[in-house]
């Protein structure tokens, strides 16, 4: 069955760059794309970006200048890199295969940005 | 990027109630509109798309309608487990854009 799966660390120092892992299993990245959304606690879900299953990628504009989406097919992985975190940037970040809508969602993985 | 803007923020309702969300798009999003129920701790879980294609496993008390820039999702006799915030989704355009949120309780 279609699974997600976030990892990545739970606490990241103000200014450092957050790196995620999403390993799928169930369906292939070269068939369909993923996305990365994150949600504020508390707060709605924001689109953060997506890799395509071609291997493009795009990105929400407000994030664009500190994100990257990359992905490795022969590990089922897609990684998101996130550089200069805020305060602001803590919240739940969770990969979903993404075909217009997200149906299949990782549990989420609760990032906090403090010192 | 499009807007969308969901209203009410929170609903309190009783059990047996019909309560119904609205979210109006900045733009027409040709009914590229999909509903999500997200319990604490969860992610959220597609309910509806394209307006109102319930998916698998949705129980029929949830609907969806509307067109062009306004729309609107209701549960008919409130249960107990739909006790839960609801958002909106826009797939029409990139970036994709959410709704604030309906936080549901009981009264």
């Known amino acids: 069955q279609v699974q997600l799966k976030e990892s990545g660390p739970g606490l990241v120092q103000p200014s450092e760059t957050l790196s995620l892992t999403c390993t799928v299993s169930g369906f292939s990245l070269t068939s369909y794309s993923v996305s990365w959304v994150r949600q504020p606690s508390g707060k709605g879900p924001e689109w953060m970006g997506r890799?395509?299953?071609?291997?493009?990628?795009a990105y929400n504009s407000a994030l664009k200048s500190r994100l990257s989406i990359s992905r490795d097919t022969s590990k089922n992985q897609v990684f998101l890199k996130m550089n200069s975190l805020q305060t602001d940037d803590t919240g739940t970040y969770y990969c979903?295969?993404?075909?217009?809508?997200?149906?299949?969602w990782g549990q989420g993985t609760l990032v906090t940005v403090s010192s | 990027d499009i807007q969308m803007t969901q209203s009410p923020p929170s609903l309190s309702a009783s059990l047996g109630d019909k309560v119904t969300i609205t979210c109006q798009a900045s733009q027409n999003i040709n009914k590229y509109i999909a509903w999500y129920q997200q319990k604490p701790g969860k992610a959220p879980r597609l309910l509806i798309r394209?307006?109102?294609t319930l998916e698998s496993g949705t129980p029929s008390r949830f609907s969806g309608s509307g067109s062009g820039r306004d729309y609107s999702f209701s549960i008919s006799n409130v249960e107990s487990e739909d006790i839960a915030s609801y958002y909106c989704l826009q797939y029409d355009n990139l970036p994709r854009t959410f709704g604030g949120g309906t936080k549901l309780e009981l009264k």
């Open positions: 394209y307006t109102s």
């Open positions: 890799m395509w299953y071609d291997g493009d990628t």
């Open positions: 979903t295969r993404d075909r217009g809508v997200f149906a299949y």
